[in-house]
């Protein structure tokens, strides 16, 4: 099954979206963070009000801890649990230290996903120490000169029951090579998701039903006008 997350730290954005299409949640960085600096209030008022609104609608937040030190790393885990909400996914960037808090968090029953996933044998060891969700970064491993789809197939291959979430995209080609390669859930960005639908191909298909029409009964709908 699909599942479809949106990459954002702004309700209205994240809102607008919701209004569209199902989503299954959302996912955040602390850059995304920064970018809406204290809009809501603060950084922590603003992840509560999307933790809220995400979780009423059936689908989960996913969150990732600032400090990047092992201890750095649990205190923020425990103070997104407390502050944002109890069932928020902790995304933890696989580092030493961050494998080490994947492993203890995992153990207490937090959802784990493991994040900045370059390589297979990094997210062998995420998934070993109890990860859920594992996320690839296809566009940063591309522009390192890393095959993303390979390490995606490879995951799939070996642990086809993780939830394999791929992220960082620069354009719609990343998205469809990662969900062919096995990736089966995706997050992405508001305006390249919704890139997909100016094409121009699409844009001429339309044209061509709509200019067959107007040439034959001369107006823009079957209602005449
Ligand atoms: O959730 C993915 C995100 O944290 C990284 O994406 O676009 O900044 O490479 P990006």
Request: proline share 3%; glycine share 6%; charged share 20%.
């Amino acid at each position: 099954m699909l599942n479809l997350f949106l990459d954002s730290a702004d309700i209205d954005e994240i809102r607008d979206v919701y209004s569209l299409i199902r989503l299954d949640g959302v996912t955040t960085n602390p850059s995304l963070l920064a970018k809406a600096k204290n809009k809501y209030g603060s950084p922590v008022l603003n992840l509560k009000v999307v933790y809220n609104f995400v979780t009423q609608h059936g689908g989960a937040l996913h969150v990732q801890p600032v400090g990047t030190s092992y201890e750095e790393i649990i205190s923020d885990a425990y103070y997104i649990l407390d502050e944002v909400g109890p069932k928020t996914w902790i995304k933890i960037p696989v580092t030493e230290p961050g494998l080490a808090a994947i492993g203890k968090l995992s153990k207490e029953g937090i959802n784990i996903t493991a994040a900045s996933i370059f390589s297979f044998t990094q997210a062998m060891l995420a998934y070993k120490a109890g990860a859920k969700c594992i996320s690839v970064y296809c566009n940063r491993a591309e522009e390192n000169g890393i095959d993303y789809k390979t390490v995606i197939k490879s995951i799939k291959n070996a642990v086809p029951d993780v939830m394999l979430l791929a992220a960082s995209f620069k354009d719609i080609k990343q998205v469809e090579e990662a969900s062919f390669s096995g990736a089966d859930s995706l997050t992405i960005k508001k305006a390249l998701l919704f890139s997909a639908l100016n094409d121009s191909v699409i844009n001429k298909t339309v044209r061509t039903f709509k200019d067959d029409w107007a040439e034959a009964f001369s107006s823009n709908t079957i209602k005449g006008e």
